[in-house]
C-alpha cells in the first residue's frame, strides 16, 4: 500500500508552496531578457499576466494539453531555478498538477531536464534545475519550455498567476576567477 | 517720489519681502524710466527665483551692471551663451567684465560648462586676482585641478588687493556700506596701488581747503572711530574718506582751515567701520566736496606713499598702523602726541581744532550720532598726524586725521586700521589653511589632505564643512570607518547641510550598514526632497540591497534635479552596468565626464566597461585617466594592472601591481591579483608564495584557497589541492564558485581513481 507520500521526492512531488519566495543571494532573475510566449491563452488572460508581478492576475490557455510556456534567450544563459505561483484554493480545477521542464536550443531539439508533480499547492513552488553532478549546478541553454502535462481534478486548461526563472548572478569583478566573499576583499576590489 | 520708492524697494529687499519690493519697483520703473531702476528691478526678480522676469526686462541693456545681472538670469536659465556674449562683448575684446571679480567667476563657471577648460581657469584666476576673499573661484580652480598653492593665492600681494579693493571702495560713488575697517586696510596694503594712485592724482586737482571743507562735510556724516588708525590707516583712512564720507555727509560742513582736523577726523571714522553702518541719506552735495577733500588727502598721501621705497609697505604700514593703533587707543581723547612727533604739534592743534569743530560738528550733526565720531575725529586726528609723521603741512594734519578717523567705531565697537589690518591676515591665514587642505583633497592626496585640516583651530574644524571633507579624505584613502565617523560628526553638528552627504552614503554602502544607510536616507528626504544628494543615499540604499531597478530611479531623479551634478550620472553609470545594460552604463558615465572631466568615479566606470566587454585597449586607456587624476588610488591601480595583464603586458601588469600592494598595505586585491598573474605566467611556485602570505591576512577569504587549489591542481599535488578546495568550501562562496570547485574537485579525483585502479 503505497502511502501518499506528500513530500515524495523521488517522484518529485512537492505539496505545499511558499508565499514568499526566499532567494539566495546570488540569483539573480533572468526572464527580463527573455521572449516569453504561450501555446494558447483565453482572450485577458494572456501571456503578460504571467509577468506582471501581480499575483491576481494570470495566465489562463486555452487548447489542448499539454499547456507550454516558452522562455527564449538571446544568448545561452546559465539557468538554476524555476518558480512558479500557483494557487489550489483560489484555482482548484485549473490548478496544474504534472509539470515538465524542457531546455534547448530552440524548439526542435528541446529535452526534458526536470518533471515535478504539485500537490494541491498553495504559493510559490521553486523548481531546482540543477542536476546531482556539481557541474550540473546550472544549465546553460538558449530556451527553456515549462509545459503543463496535467491539471488537478483533471482540468482541461491551467491558471498559472507568476513565472520566475533564476540564474547565478555573474562575477561583479570581470577576469577573476573566483568571486570574493570576505569582506575586506569586497571593499577593496570596486570603486562607486 | 523716486527716491522714496527706491528707498522703499531697498528696504523690502532688506527684510526678504521679495512681493512688495517687486510691486514697488514696478511703481518706480514704471514712473521713472532709467537703467538703473530696471536694474533694481531685476535685482528683485533674481532675489525672487524669477530669472526670466529679469532675463527680459535686462535683455539689451549695456551699462555693466545691467549686464551683470542680465548675464546672471541667463545663467540661471542655462542660456550660457547669452550669459557669455552679455559678460564680455566679442566685438570689444578688451573690454573690462563688469563687476570686477564677480563678473569673471562667472565668465568662469560658463566656460566649465561649456568645456573650455583653460578659458575658464583663466578667469577664475582673474577673479581670484580682483578678489582674494572670492573663495569659490579658488575652489572651482581646485576642483578643475590647477590651483596653486594656497599659500601663493592668500599672500601678502591679496592682503593688498582687500585693500585696494576697500580703498576703492572708498573712492567709489558713496556707498554707505562701504566699511571703514576695509577702507583703512586698502589704505594700509596699498602702496603701489594703481587705485590708490589714480584716486591720489584726482586728488592733486583739488586744492587743500576743499578737501578740508569737504572732510569737514563727510565727516561729520559717519561716526568716527574712536580710535585713529595708524599710519597705514591713515593712507587708507585717506582713501577711505571719499566714498563714507560721500555717504554719510550730513549737513554742510563747516569751512575749516587746512588744520582743521574735524573734516579729516569725521572723515576718517567714516573710513572706519561707520561708514557700513551710516547708510543714511547723503547729501549729494557733500559727497564731491568730500571727493575733493579726499583726492587732496589721496594726493598727500600718494607723494608719501610713493616716496616709501620697498616692496613691503603694507607690512611696514601695518606697522606704523600697529604701533599708532597701540598708542592711538590710548589717547583716544585725542591727544595723540605718542605718535611722531613731526606731528604732534600738528596732532595737538588738530585736536584743538577737532574738538573745536566736534562741538561745532556735534551741534550740526547731532542728528546723526556725530558726536561720536567727532571725537573719534579728535583722536584719530591726533593719531593720523601722529601716523604720517610727515611733512606738517595741514594736509598732514589731514592725513594724521584720517589715518585717526580711519578707525572705525562699528555700533559702539572701534574698529581701528591696525585691528583691520589684524582682521586681514587672520583671514588671510585661515584661508590660506582652507585653501591649501582643499586643494591637496581634489588633487587626492588625502593624507596631506588631513593633516593641513588637522591645523586648523578647533571651532572650524567642528564645522560641517571641514568634517565632510574630512571624511570625503578618509573616503578616498579607502578607510571607510574613519569616514564614517568623520560624516557623523558632520552630521550631528550641522544636520541640516547636505554637502557631502552622498559620500557619506557610498561609505555606508561599503560597509554594508543598510539600516544606517536608509536612516541616512530617511531624513535626507525629510530635510530637502529637492536636494540630489538625498536621492542619490537613497539610490544607494537600494543598491546595497541589489534592487537595481529602482536604484535606477533613484539616481534618475538626482539627475533631473540637477544635471550638473556629476556623481548622479556615475551612480546611475554603475546601476546600468549591473543591470548589464553596457549601452546606457556608457552614456552615463561619458555624462558624467563631460560636467566634470576630473571624476575619476566615471574614467574607472568605463574602464570597467570595456574589460567586460573585453575591450581590453580602451579599458586600460579609462584606466589610466583615472589613474593620473587619483595616482594614490590602489583600487585603480589594481584594475590598471589587470587590463594590461588583459592586453598581455604582463611585465608592465606586474609592476603596476607592486604599486598598488605599496600604495596600501591594508588593500588584499592588487596581492591576489599578482598570484593570478604570475600564476598565468607559470610562475607557479612564487604565485604559491604571494598566496601564503594573503592566506595570513585574509583568512575568510574562499577565493585565495581556491585558487591555491588550483594551482596546487595544475602541480598535480593533489593531496594540497583537495585541502585547499576543501576550505574554500567551507567559507561559503558563491554558487557559480561551489560549481566549479566541485568539478574541479571531481576531476582531481579522475587520475586518482584511474591510478587506483590502475
Known sequence: MATESSEGEEEGKITGGNLVLALDDDLREMGKKAVWSVSSCKTGNGVSSLRDDNLDTYWQSDGAQPHLVNVQFQKKVRLQMVALYVDFKLDESYTPSKISIRAGDGFHNLKEIKTVELVKPAGWIPISLSGNDPRETFVNTFMLQIAVLSNHLNGRDTHVRQIKVYGPRPNPFPHQPFQFTSTEFITYSCVR | MEAILVECVQNSLRHFMYRNAIFMCERLCAGFPSEVNLQLLAGCYLHNNQAYCAYHILKGTQMPQSRYLFAISCFRMDLLKEAEAALCNANEPGAEVPNGAAGHYLLGLIYRYTDRKRGSIHHFKQALSIDPLLW??????????????????????????????????????????????????????????????????????????????????????????????????????????????????????????????????????????????????????????????????????????????????????????????????????????????????????????????????????????????????????????????????????????????????????????????????????????????????????????????????????????????????????????????????????????????????????????????????????????????????????????????????????????????????????????????????????????????????????????????????????HFRMAFKINPCSSVIMSYLGTALHALKRSEEALMIMEKAILADRKNPVPVYQKANILMSLEKLDKALEVLEELKEYAPQESSVYALMGKIYKSQNMHSQAMLHFGLALDLKPSATDVATIKAAIEKLHVPDEIEESL
Open chain 2, 136 to 621: 569659490s573661484a579658488y575652489e572651482e580652480l581646485c576642483a578643475l585641478g590647477s590651483a596653486e598653492e594656497a599659500a601663493a593665492v592668500f599672500d601678502e600681494a591679496a592682503a593688498i588687493c582687500i585693500h585696494k579693493q576697500y580703498l576703492h571702495n572708498g573712492v567709489a560713488p558713496p556707498n554707505a556700506l562701504m566699511s571703514c575697517e576695509d577702507q583703512s586696510l586698502n589704505f594700509a596694503r596699498c602702496s603701489t596701488d594703481d587705485v590708490s594712485t589714480k584716486q591720489l592724482k584726482q586728488m592733486v586737482g583739488n586744492n587743500t581747503r576743499d578737501l578740508a571743507g569737504s572732510y569737514h562735510g563727510s565727516t561729520a556724516s559717519s561716526q568716527v572711530a574712536s580710535q585713529a588708525l595708524n599710519g597705514g590707516s591713515a593712507h587708507l583712512s585717506l582713501y577711505n574718506t571719499p566714498s563714507p564720507i560721500a555717504t554719510q555727509l550730513s549737513g554742510a560742513a563747516p569751512p575749516l582751515p587746512c588744520r582743521n582736523l574735524l573734516p579729516n577726523g569725521p572723515n576718517l571714522s567714516a573710513f572706519g567701520a561707520d561708514s557700513a553702518q551710516r547708510s543714511t541719506v547723503n547729501p549729494t552735495i557733500q559727497a564731491p566736496r568730500r571727493k575733493f577733500v579726499d583726492e587732496g588727502k589721496l594726493r598727500k598721501i600718494s607723494g608719501r606713499l610713493f616716496s616709501d621705497s620697498g616692496p613691503r609697505r603694507s607690512t611696514r604700514l601695518a606697522g606704523d598702523a600697529g604701533a599708532n593703533a597701540s598708542t592711538n587707543a590710548t589717547s583716544v581723547s585725542g591727544n595723540g602726541t605718542s605718535n611722531s612727533s613731526k606731528y604732534l604739534g600738528s596732532s595737538k592743534l588738530s585736536a584743538v581744532a577737532l574738538r573745536a569743530v566736534t562741538v561745532r560738528k556735534g551741534q550740526s550733526w547731532a542728528n546723526e550720532n556725530s558726536d561720536e565720531g567727532v571725537r573719534n575725529e579728535v583722536s584719530d586726528d591726533s593719531r593720523s598726524s601722529s601716523t604720517l609723521g610727515n611733512c606738517s603741512c595741514p594736509s598732514g594734519d589731514k592725513r594724521s586725521l584720517d589715518q585717526e578717523g580711519a578707525s572705525m567705531p562699528v555700533a559702539g565697537s572701534v574698529l581701528t586700521n591696525t585691528r583691520v589690518l589684524m582682521g586681514t591676515a587672520e583671514v588671510l591665514g585661515l584661508l590660506r589653511l582652507f585653501g591649501e587642505a582643499y586643494r591637496l583633497s581634489c588633487l587626492y592626496r588625502c593624507q596631506d589632505a588631513l593633516d593641513v585640516y588637522s591645523r586648523l583651530p578647533h571651532k572650524h574644524y567642528n564645522t560641517g564643512w571641514v568634517l565632510s571633507q574630512v571624511g570625503k579624505a578618509y573616503f578616498e584613502l579607502v578607510d571607510y570607518m574613519e569616514a564614517d565617523q568623520a560624516f557623523n560628526l558632520a552630521r550631528r553638528t550641522t544636520p541640516y547641510s547636505l554637502e557631502g552627504m552622498d559620500i557619506y552614503s557610498t561609505v555606508l554602502y561599503h560597509l554594508k550598514e543598510d539600516m544606517k544607510l536608509s536612516y541616512l536616507a530617511q531624513e535626507l528626504i525629510a530635510t530637502d526632497r529637492l536636494a540630489p544628494q538625498s536621492w542619490c543615499a537613497l539610490g544607494n540604499c537600494y543598491s546595497l540591497q541589489k534592487d537595481h531597478e529602482t536604484a535606477l530611479k533613484n539616481f534618475q531623479r538626482a539627475v533631473q534635479l540637477d544635471s550638473k551634478f556629476s556623481y548622479a550620472h556615475t551612480l546611475c553609470g554603475h546601476e546600468y552596468v549591473s543591470l548589464e545594460d553596457f549601452e546606457h552604463g556608457i552614456k552615463s558615465y561619458q555624462t558624467a565626464l563631460r560636467i566634470d572631466a576630473r571624476h575619476y568615479n566615471a574614467w574607472y566606470g568605463l574602464g570597467m566597461v570595456y574589460l567586460r566587454q573585453e575591450k581590453f585597449e580602451f579599458s586600460e586607456h
